[in-house]
């Protein structure tokens, strides 16, 4: 079943068409990698699925229901749910409460609310730092919080904005290891990622922006190979060598 499908979505900052005419979908139970070297318009097309701001042109369909303009909250209460890429961390709130800012959309009580925010906070490895202050937490910890936050609205749906910048490999493999078990249990998973070897390993499709346009969808090894990705990433040389290699052969 295709869960989010996206079509000819673009997204325009005055002159600069940061988003253009975008198509791709996401099927139920698919890890899906959103790749692109920066400024290829990963974040652009994230923050208009996620509902941060209304696309110019294009549709997008969660469930086979238009949600393209609709505002962030509304479109979590959908059933899709995002990270922040900068750890959206409050000085005065602890990791219950913070958990708490999510799981309040599905509970009218406070106290049912934190049970079920203390659950989600075991279930991504913070059942110990409940009462610690956000700040407070290392790297990691922020990262598993977003990711916390957002599984305590329900979703269906992750969508996952560079939970791994900034960890060690340990903590990588953890996250990976959190991510594939989130999908087992039948949470979607679209990601915006630059550790491509991270994006190898827990992908099951991968796909590629570069200056705004879809350049490449499909399994992570085909599309590693594609020359219009390695030209993307590293420019022309490396292209036109593999060109010239494939005359030769
Ligand atoms: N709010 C904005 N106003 C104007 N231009 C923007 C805005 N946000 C992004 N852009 C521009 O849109 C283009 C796409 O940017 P975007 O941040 O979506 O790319 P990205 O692939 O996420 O890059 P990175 O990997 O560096 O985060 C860039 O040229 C960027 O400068």
Do not use: W
């Not at 509902?51 to 609709?70: D, K, M, Q, Y």
């Not at 609310?113 to 991504?124: G, L």
């Not at 409940?130 to 990262?143: C, Q």
């Not at 350049?215 to 010239?244: K, N, Q, S």
């Amino acid at each position: 079943m295709t869960l989010l499908q996206v079509k000819q979505l673009t997204k325009r900052f005055g002159g600069l068409v940061a988003v253009d005419k975008v198509d791709f979908h996401v099927e139920a139970g698919e890890i899906v990698g959103l790749i692109g070297p920066n400024g290829a318009g990963k974040t652009t097309l994230f923050n208009v699925i996620a509902g941060a701001f209304g696309p110019e042109e294009g549709e997008v369909l969660f469930e086979g229901r238009s949600i393209a303009g609709l505002d962030s909250a509304r479109i979590c209460q959908r059933g899709l749910a995002r990270t922040f890429q900068i750890p959206q961390v409050f000085s005065s709130m602890t990791v219950r409460d913070t958990i708490v800012t999510g799981s309040l959309l599905h509970h009218r009580a406070v106290a049912d609310a934190q049970v079920a925010a203390e659950a989600i906070a075991r279930r991504v490895g913070l059942g110990a730092r409940l009462d610690v202050p956000t700040p407070s937490l290392t790297t990691a910890e922020k990262k598993r919080i977003e990711v916390a936050r957002a599984l305590a609205t329900g979703p269906r749906m992750l969508l996952l904005d560079e939970v791994l910048a900034g960890l060690n490999a340990s903590e990588v493999a953890g996250m990976l290891d959190l991510i594939r078990q989130l999908r087992d249990e039948g949470t979607t998973v679209l990601f915006v990622e630059h550790n491509m070897e991270a994006v190898m390993s827990v992908c099951d499709r991968i796909v590629v922006l570069d200056l705004g346009r879809k350049i490449a969808d499909g399994a992570p090894l085909a599309v590693m190979a594609d020359p219009g990705v390695i030209r993307a990433y590293l420019g022309d040389a490396p292209a036109a060598a593999l060109e010239t290699e494939a005359a030769d052969a």
